[in-house]
Structure formats: C-alpha cells, structure tokens
C-alpha cells in the first residue's frame, strides 16, 4: 500500500522560505514521477513541480527560479524548497506519486498516489 507524507507547511511572511517533505513508502517503482500540487481556497488545483527517477524536472512558470524539488532516495523523502514566498502561494500543498513508462514527467501531469496534504500560508 502506498502511503505518502506530508509535513514542513507553516505560516510564513512574504520574501520567506520553507522547505515541504514528503515521505513515500510502498512505492516500489524503478521508473516513477513524484510531484507537488497545490490547492488554494475556491481555486483549482494546480501543479508546482514534478521530478523523475533519473532526476529530471519540471516546474510551473509561477515557481520557477523560487521553488526546487528534489528527492534524498535513501529516505526515500521528496522535498519542496521554497523560497521568495508570495501570499498568492498560499495554499494546500500535496504530494503526488506514480509510475511512468517513457515519458519524462511534467509538473502537470496525472497522478495515481496522493498524500493528504500541508498547509502553506504566506501573510504580506
């Protein structure tokens, strides 16, 4: 069974920083795509950034330049570093997980394994 944690959200002031982690376990997959999602209030959710077993990645246009993901394998642990936070990055964040063939992953792609989420709020 899949399982994958969230924790790191917080509040924080704009121009700040905050690094979100996600623990996988279950997931066995040589070749696979994780990824950060965020939902803010009466909005839909929207990808942030995606990165592969070969350490490819991906990002929104919106986080690019601020926001790193990366991975620590023997942790098996994703992480979201933030940085140069906005109050519009406000939100729910959410780890994302599955498989893929031979395509590389975008950060907006479909996921099959979802975590339930932390908060970020950021206050101007």
């Known amino acids: 069974q899949v399982q994958l944690v969230e924790s790191g959200g917080g509040s924080v002031q704009s121009g700040g920083s905050l690094r979100l982690s996600c623990a996988a376990s279950g997931f066995t997959y040589t070749r696979y795509c994780m990824g950060w999602f965020r939902q803010a209030p009466g909005k839909e959710r929207e990808g942030v950034a995606a990165i592969d077993d070969d350490g490819s990645t991906s990002y929104a246009d919106s986080v690019k330049g601020r926001f790193t993901i990366s991975q620590d394998n023997t942790k098996n642990t994703l992480y979201l570093h933030m940085k140069s936070l906005k109050p519009e990055d406000t939100a729910m964040y959410y780890c994302?997980?599955?498989?893929?063939?031979?395509?590389?992953?975008?950060?907006?792609?479909?996921?099959?394994?979802w975590g339930q989420g932390t908060q970020v709020t950021v206050s101007s």
């Open positions: 994302a997980a599955d498989w893929r063939a031979w395509d590389r992953c975008r950060f907006d792609r479909n996921f099959g394994y």
